[in-house]
């Protein structure tokens, strides 16, 4: 099975734009996390999506947000960019159970300038 | 609220030697807990997980972590370090469709 595909890998992207990243889940996955990586801050959870519900919010701002489509694909977006929103964002995915793991992609580099 | 703590920000240790990273949590129910690591410019990969059980798991790449519910820990283990085993590593706990993670070790392996 293929694993979890994010797009893009690396993104440059002044402040104050908008961004969207993707994510694609392991095949037959119907739960789709995502997380914010920082050397400041570590791993901080932003949502979870499943079968195109939110059942999860982290404790970040409107400016970011989520959403599901039916073929479990993912999409998060960023909106008015600053500068510490630059960071490694991670998609997970999972069968959806909570205690099912959560696999990982290779996250989505974004720097903010 | 769930929350982890890693105590230990960087342990160096020589290669063939053997490592305990240590992890404390805290969750009000049952815990799901989980350790990850990560290599640099890479994702997350599990290593083992902890739902119920026995409370000695086995995990990929010969490490160990036993659940200790007293002491609210959950501590990381191998006999003998390799070098390939210099990485990050992640100890999180499970719930509410998310997961919390602790700060993170960084190993390094001397020759």
């Known amino acids: 099975k293929a694993g979890v595909t994010q797009t893009p890998r690396y993104l440059i992207k002044t402040r104050g734009q908008q961004v969207t990243l993707s994510c694609s889940p392991i095949?037959?996955?119907?739960?789709v996390s995502w997380y914010q990586q920082t050397p400041g801050q570590g791993l901080q959870f932003l949502f979870e999506?499943?079968?195109?519900?939110?059942?999860n919010k982290g404790n970040f701002p409107g400016r970011f947000s989520g959403r599901q489509f039916s073929n479990s694909r993912s999409e998060m977006n960023v909106s008015t960019l600053e500068l510490g929103d630059s960071a490694l964002y991670l998609c997970?995915?999972?069968?959806?159970?909570?205690?099912?793991?959560?696999?990982f992609g290779p996250g989505t580099r974004l720097t903010v300038l | 609220a769930q929350s982890v703590t890693q105590p230990d920000i960087h342990i160096t240790v020589s290669e063939g030697a053997s490592l305990e990273l240590r992890c404390n949590y805290s969750?009000?129910?049952?815990?799901?807990l989980f350790w990850y690591v990560q290599s640099p410019g890479q994702g997350l990969q599990l290593l083992l997980k902890y739902f119920s059980g026995d409370t000695l798991v086995q995990g990929i790449k010969g490490f160990e972590a036993e659940f200790k519910r007293s002491q609210s820990s959950f501590n990381l283990r191998k006999p003998s370090v390799h070098w390939s085993d210099a990485a990050e590593y992640f100890c999180a706990v499970g719930g509410n469709y998310k997961l919390t993670f602790g700060k993170g070790t960084l190993l390094t392996v001397n020759p």
């Open positions: 095949s037959g996955h119907r739960s």
């Open positions: 997970a995915s999972s069968q959806g159970l909570v205690t099912d793991t959560q696999y």
């Open positions: 969750y009000g129910a049952t815990p799901y």
């Open positions: 999506y499943f079968s195109e519900t939110q059942r």
